[in-house]
Antibody, heavy 120, light 106 residues
């Protein structure tokens, strides 16, 4: 079935970097944008950016420019989100999602989320 | 950026009630408005896309309406499994932005 499976939980020290993977299956990986969204504990949803798996082009939210890279490996249908210079306010669950043009670009398939804790 | 404002932030209702959540965009977004349900510890789940289209498999007690800047999500005949937080989202412009969420309690 159509699904996105993310890498497991991470614990990081302040100042470290993080790389989360998002493996797609059940559909044509290069046919749909991958979106990244994070959710701090008890908070709402924050859009981080999107990746076009076909071209590799990424567009980032202003808050994350210079600190986030979104890449992909089409040979294994996997997207990656790398976040550098981690601080305690980066503690959150990170989600990848697919957007679907037929649904007005709504995010129709979501990964299970990757919990990231940043603490010394 | 387009700001999405939901109201109320939280809501308590009873089984069988009709519940309405509103979402207002800071500028017109046509009908590029989506609604998600999120249960604790889970990823959001798309319920309604482009303001009023019910995603396949979503119970018909969920409905959406609106266009321009003002939108509503209605849950008729509220069920215990509807306990969740609901988010609106605009996909008219980048950055995609979400409302702050409405926590529904029964």
């Amino acid at each position: 079935q159509v699904q996105l499976v993310q890498s497991g939980a991470e614990v990081k020290n302040p100042g470290a970097s993080l790389k989360v993977s998002c493996k797609a299956s059940g559909y044509t990986f290069t046919g749909y944008y991958i979106q990244w969204v994070r959710q701090a504990p008890g908070q709402g949803l924050e859009w981080m950016g999107r990746l076009d798996p076909k071209s590799g082009d990424a567009r980032l939210a202003q808050n994350f420019q210079g600190r986030v890279a979104m890449t992909r490996d089409t040979s294994i249908n996997t997207a990656y989100m790398e976040l550098t210079s981690l601080g305690s306010d980066d503690t959150a669950v990170y989600f990848c999602a697919r957007d679907y043009s037929y649904y007005g670009y709504a995010f129709d398939i979501w990964g299970q989320g990757t919990m990231v804790s940043v603490s010394s | 950026d387009i700001r999405m404002t939901q109201s109320p932030s939280s809501l308590s209702a009873s089984v069988g009630d009709r519940v309405t959540i509103t979402c207002r965009a800071s500028e017109t977004i046509n009908t590029f408005l989506n609604w998600y349900q999120q249960k604790p510890g889970k990823a959001p789940n798309l319920l309604i896309y482009t303001a009023s289209n019910l995603r396949s498999g979503v119970p018909s007690r969920f409905s959406g309406s609106g266009s321009g800047t003002d939108f509503t999500l209605t849950i008729s005949n509220l069920q215990p499994e509807d306990i969740a937080t609901y988010y609106c989202q605009q996909t008219y412009k980048t950055p995609r932005t979400f409302g702050q969420g409405t926590k529904l309690e029964i």
